[in-house]
């Protein structure tokens, strides 16, 4: 790719979770029974009226002060026209010429230690439409006969993110999606999950030679339901646009499709079939302008973001810069780990157990798995090792148990008998017999062949079923072996 240069928008839709829609009081929420969350007003029956959800205006206007936008003293929404079935008005409500949020910027911590700054072009305040299911074996829309529609997310609070050209690459883009999510994560004000829409990511992407300004043709890229398919999307799209400008040929200005069982884009409409959206002020809402002192009492009231929180971490507890961008990156390991030294735990060991075992533990069961872990139970597998009593091969053991059943560790480490064998006559009983059973191997270490001490540790472990303190076996091993 030395000869051309990358170009990069990304625009994100983020779902708030606030109790009620935008516009009327029905409940927000994910996974009810299909049209139970509706009402005149997210129905879009002729008559009703809506009005503007006081909650959903603080959190855009927290995001906006978090991305140091400037908030704009006078801004409006808009009717966007256009027809879809799974949006009951035949318009949406959104923001036009005049958004709320304007000219910000997202540092962006890339894989190489460096930081990157792009700019926020804009942060407007939108509804969400409801969803389609196409009744097909594929799920997809052409070999669809029948189609379902659910209008309990119609009218969701939504909020778009608009970034400017600023991305250079895949890795950066994915970068800045994690950014921008652990800061809505710390402002609490939207779920931001991928996998579950609440989180949704457009993005634009074109090529043109390196060291030169205009940008080329852009071409829009949507569908991608998680930062890994977001980088392959981008990945894809780049080559695709590089060997064609290569042959010769004009890229069109397009809407594409990730295809993530194919790994590939796909043309969905190309622009001379866009919609006129034909804007114009929603006349039943009047104008949005902000008390200023109101928006300086919630600058003021911003909790401690990500760039602050990763630094704290780093200066206050000596954690390794790349352990505190994991706890930083995930609400649940970071208030895990907030609330674990308030139990006075040494905070690189409890950040160990949380970014390392705990962590692998939840992904292994899914986003939607109960996680019982608490921090009195981090607190108690650090100080159960800290004093010899388990092992850490214990202590993972234990952690599981926890995970699944959220005992108390001493119950979990009573029951599955995982004090650590350290009374000499029962650990030497258990390395006599794997001295015996192993006599060639324990030839081979008088032989001087040292390295086998690790695999006679290691049966030693397995002979008291994890519970012997490997130190002590090991020493008990070369005392026994050179004597
Ligand atoms: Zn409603």
Redesign the pocket.
Known sequence: MAEWETVIGLECHVELSTQT?MF???RVGFGAQPNTD??P???GHPGSLPVPNEEAIRRIVTIGLALDCRIAPHSLFHRKNYFYPDMPKNFQISQFDLPICVGGHLDVELPNGATKRVGITRVHMEEDTGKTTHGSASGRIHDADSALIDYNRA?TPLVECVSEPDIRSPEQAGAYIRELRATLEALDVSDVRMEEGSLRCDANVSLRPAGTEPLGTKVEIKNMNSIRSLERALTYEMARQQTALENGEAIVQETRHWDEDAGATKSMRSKEEAFDYRYFPEPDIPPLDPDLAWVEDLRAALPELPPARRERYVRAFDLKPMVADVLVGDRVSSALFEETLVLGTDPRLAANWITQDLAGLRNKAGAQAPNLVTARHVADLVALVAADTISGQGAKQALEDAFVTGDAIAGIVERRGLTQVSDTGALGAIVDRVLSENAEVAEQFRGGKHEVIGFLVGQVMKGSRGSANPKLAQEFLCERLNG
Do not use: A, E, F, S
Request: hydrophobic content about 30%; charged content about 10%; aromatic content about 0%.
């Open positions: 829609k009327c009081g029905c509706v009402c007003v997210c129905l009218g």
